[in-house]
């Protein structure tokens, strides 16, 4: 595969939205404390990804596709992944799904030590949340005081990864 395939649909995903794809399609979002969760279906070849800024929704309704706010929440977004999925008829214990993000990205002197730090507790969500229904986690890059770029090809699961705002420039396939 190509790092950069132009005879491919391509999207950038922003913060709080979700794309599923059945035709292949290259996604492309740039992540700080946020989180990514990929997950990808390989005999359909249906493909997912969302970009979350926060942990938890705190509305006390479930979430459905009603909730504007949803894919805000790593919660949430995970949650209306699956029912997605749910509906093409894809088994849960199918689907590849990988993680991405939740870095550290304040300075030390933007924090005090009884500041939450967004990131990891996006991270603990996600892992949760996966582990809770029983998804199967076959990869991830969490954590650390970097950005990252991602590039996630929905007909294979396949993502590149660049670290950003560090001397190791390396891509990493995952």
Known sequence: MKPLD???LSVYLKPGEMHIAQK???VTTVLGSCVSVT???RVSGVGAICHELLPQCKGKKDCDDGCV???KYMNCSIQRMIERFKTLKVGLGDIEVKIFGGADVLSPADTASNTINVGKENIETALREIEREGLRLVTYDV???FGRKILFYTHTGEVLLKRLKTTDRRRSRF
Request: no cysteine.
């Open 6 to 8: 132009h005879t491919l």
């Open 24 to 26: 292949p399609t290259l």
């Open 39 to 41: 997950m990808f279906h």
């Open 69 to 71: 706010d949803g894919f």
């Open 143 to 145: 954590g650390g005081t």
